[in-house]
């Protein structure tokens, strides 16, 4: 869930947009852009992964099944499975590769 200023961001750009003029408009939609996509980043990153999704997909990145993460973390391999299938759909992945590439370069594991 978004913030109160994040929304508040949104909607003023969104009411520059709107009074954007033909000539400057595409210079004002490319900086609305701009903007909302690093908005959208930061609050994706700061949001995108339970803490246990996060320490399941760093026990991926260093090389775990689903067995050993399942007895490091006290649960049940049923478990393990279940958090990987929420961590491949937040994160727009199909394997555990994808999602530890995507986890690095968003910087959502060490």
Known sequence: MMDKTTKETILLLVQKLERAHSLSAVWVAKD??????KLTIIHKTETILTVRETEILQHVSNGFTNPEIASALDISVKTVQFHLQGIFRK????????????????????
């Open 32 to 37: 609305v852009a701009r903007r909302l996509k």
């Open 91 to 110: 994160t727009n992945t199909s394997s555990r590769t994808e999602a530890v590439s995507f986890a690095l370069k968003e910087k959502l594991i060490p």
